[in-house]
């Protein structure tokens, strides 16, 4: 009994002394991992000592990666701390000037570091010129503060630049042959950060990303700041009361829907020129009846919190257009509503060359469905000839006289209506005429309804 007693007592020995085997092992495996990784780090912060003076800012920058909620300063300084700790335990080649305010108990050390003190100047950082300095970053922000003040651009977001020089650009590149990018943040990237915070704090607004209303440009070369005033769009719905009147600016045209709103718009906003992106456009002889979607961009506005009520009252003074549902957007709905496809309702009045009756336009609720449409022959010397297919949902008319008659045709957005009167000499396919059997003309043409999601 004894003697298995011991037996057991034995194994369960061996047990354990295995499972500590195991155990260190596995340390051992985990150490190797450590040391080696380790390894690394330390020398990439030897690699950045040894080239020279680096600040805290450009040392902590290099290892942006690791820790959040911590800023390049902070973590420079960590790694100097740390490596100064190394340095006293075992002194290496590093450029000492890093660890003036240290005191070191390794003689060597000390002594080395006594005699800079008494010899150098004030360190200057190899990466940014000491572009972080707090001095120079007081001197920064009081630029971009006069020149805001001077500049009278009215903005509530903002978003910092830098063009940097090309010794920063190449100096920061140097240093990333020597110790690799996996860990770090672009010189820019954190210049714009620091400003960006300076002036957050300064003017009470915050950065904007995004959307921002200026752009806020760092001239590192010149030692200049400039603003970028980005476009301001604004979103709203107009009607084109009177025919002979084009949708946008153009040579051929003396007036447009663009220009009217345009005349009152840079007056408010002081911009220099606007840009018109419309929910599709009605021909110039015709009327928009419907509420058209637009998005009017002007270009530097210096004043863009203007107020929206005023403008659409002192546009719809001109009689010739009206505008509604004004409101501030972005380009990205600009570029969305032009892409926007919308069935429209037209009111068309039609004269035929020969007498016409009421069962003759009867025939004309065949139209309904598919036509056949080549590009209209008035607009082939500015677009190319093609074939499209567009469909015609509903068609209603009413006689007017011997020879005329009104339409009321709801199509797909992109249908040449005045073709699908007249035929375009057979290029549009069935038409009008075709069905009545002789030559139609428009006379009117109306935009009545524009189908809008909303
Ligand atoms: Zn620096």
Redesign the pocket.
């Known amino acids: 009994m004894k003697e298995k007693e011991r037996k057991n007592r034995k194994d369960e020995i061996l047990e354990n002394f295995n499972k500590i085997e195991e155990i260190n092992e596995y340390n051992k495996k985990d150490f190797v991992e450590f040391e080696s990784q380790t390894n690394i780090l330390i020398q990439k912060i030897y690699e950045i000592f040894k080239r020279g003076y680096?600040?805290d800012?450009?040392l902590g920058r290099q290892f942006a990666q690791l820790l959040s909620n911590m800023d390049n300063r902070k973590r420079g300084k960590t790694l100097r701390n740390f490596f100064a700790f190394i340095l006293d335990f075992c002194p290496l080649n590093v450029e000492l000037n890093n660890f003036l305010t240290f005191v070191f108990r390794n003689e060597k050390i000390k002594s080395k570091i006594e005699s800079i003190k008494q010899n150098s100047g004030k360190n200057i950082?190899y990466?940014?010129n000491?572009?972080?300095t707090d001095e120079n970053l007081k001197k920064w922000k009081e630029l971009i503060l006069r020149k805001i003040k001077s500049s009278k651009i009215e903005f509530r977001s903002y978003v910092v630049g830098t063009k940097l020089t090309e010794d920063l650009a190449k100096k920061e590149e140097e240093l990333w042959e020597a110790i690799g990018i996996d860990l770090c943040e672009p010189i820019k990237t954190e210049i714009n950060r620091t400003i960006g915070k300076e002036i957050e704090k300064e003017l009470k607004i915050k950065a904007n990303l995004q959307y921002p209303d200026v752009l806020i440009l760092l001239d590192l070369e010149n030692e200049e700041v400039s603003i970028r005033i980005n476009p301001l769009f604004i979103y709203g719905e107009y009607q084109k009361l009177v025919r002979g009147i084009a949708q946008t600016k153009s040579r051929r045209y003396e007036n447009s829907v663009e220009e009217i709103i345009a005349k009152e718009l840079l007056k408010m906003t002081k911009g220099i020129k606007t840009k018109f992106h419309g929910a599709g456009r009605e021909d110039v002889d015709a009327r928009c009846l419907g509420w058209r979607p637009f998005v009017i961009e002007v270009i530097q506005p210096k004043k863009r919190y203007i107020n929206l009520k005023k403008l659409e009252n002192e546009v719809n003074k001109s009689k010739k257009i009206r505008i509604r549902k004004l409101r501030f957007t972005n380009v990205k709905e600009a570029r969305e509503l032009k892409e926007e496809r919308h069935d429209k309702e037209y009111r068309v009045i039609v004269i035929c060359d020969k007498e016409i009756n009421k069962n003759d336009l009867k025939e004309l609720k065949s139209i309904e469905g598919i036509i056949s449409q080549r590009t209209p022959l008035r607009v082939l010397k500015r677009r190319g000839d093609k074939l499209r297919k567009r469909v015609v949902k509903s068609v209603k008319a009413k006689l007017l006289s011997k020879n005329s008659f009104e339409l009321i045709v709801r199509c797909e957005a992109g249908l040449y209506v005045k073709e699908l009167v007249s035929g375009d000499n057979g290029r549009t396919r069935p038409s009008v005429s075709e069905i009545l059997n002789c030559d139609c003309e428009t006379k009117e043409l109306d935009v009545i309804k524009i189908y809008t999601k909303n």
């Open positions: 680096i600040c800012n450009c950082c990466v940014c000491n572009f972080f």
